[in-house]
């Protein structure tokens, strides 16, 4: 492969790492309202219910706790 054919197929896959980082951001900014939403005192929810939905959002994301 030629410089220039490698400079684009690096060009591409950067581009597509991007992509994928701002889907990544979206996902976890949906995640985060949907938490704040069953965490409100309006909800109603059963902690109880999601412990293990919270125990896998940690596996997940620990950077966040």
């Known amino acids: 492969?030629?410089?220039a054919e490698a400079q684009l197929a690096e060009e591409q896959l950067n581009?597509?790492?991007r992509v994928l980082?701002?889907?990544?951001?979206?996902?976890e900014g949906e995640i985060t309202?949907?938490?704040n939403l069953l965490e409100?005192?309006?909800c109603?929810?059963?902690p109880w219910a999601m412990s293990k939905v919270r125990e896998k959002e940690e596996y997940l994301?620990?950077?966040r706790f």
Request: hydrophobic residues 30%.
């Open 21 to 27: 980082l701002d889907v990544k951001a979206r996902l």
């Open 44 to 46: 109603g929810w059963r």
């Open 33 to 35: 309202t949907c938490w």
């Open 1 to 3: 492969m030629g410089s």
């Open 61 to 63: 994301w620990p950077e």
């Open 40 to 42: 409100s005192k309006d």
């Open 15 to 17: 581009r597509q790492y």
